[in-house]
Nanobody
């Protein structure tokens, strides 16, 4: 298992912004990096991810509001979330894939509420 450390979650009002960070540790090749989320009673869904090369895919509900970025040297991936809505409330998980398989972070809670 590849250790992944996530940070940046918290409580924010609607319309606000948060930035999530995820850093992997160890010596390995990262194939893909991305963010997923799971709200109570719902299935885990894609938020944003780098697939092969520089291709980025966003979930339909976050397109235009969220931006994913990465730092390959630091083995880090980031998620800038703007114009947050109450429906963005969820646990956000970082995921990377390596030649050994998929690896998930522990999750960070994002709550959007007045």
């Amino acid at each position: 298992q590849v250790p992944l450390v996530e940070s940046g979650g918290g409580l924010v009002q609607p319309g606000g912004s948060l930035r999530l960070s995820c850093t992997a540790s160890g010596e390995f090749t990262i194939q893909t990096m991305g963010w997923y989320r799971q709200a109570p009673g719902k299935e885990r869904e894609l938020v944003a991810a780098f697939s092969g090369g520089n291709t980025i895919k966003y979930g339909d509900s976050v397109q235009g509001r969220f931006t994913i970025s990465r730092d390959k040297l630091r083995k880090s991936v980031y998620l800038q979330m703007n114009s947050l809505k109450t429906e963005d409330t969820a646990v956000y998980y970082c995921k990377i894939t390596t030649p050994w398989g998929s690896h998930w972070g522990q999750g960070t809670q994002v709550t959007v509420s007045l």
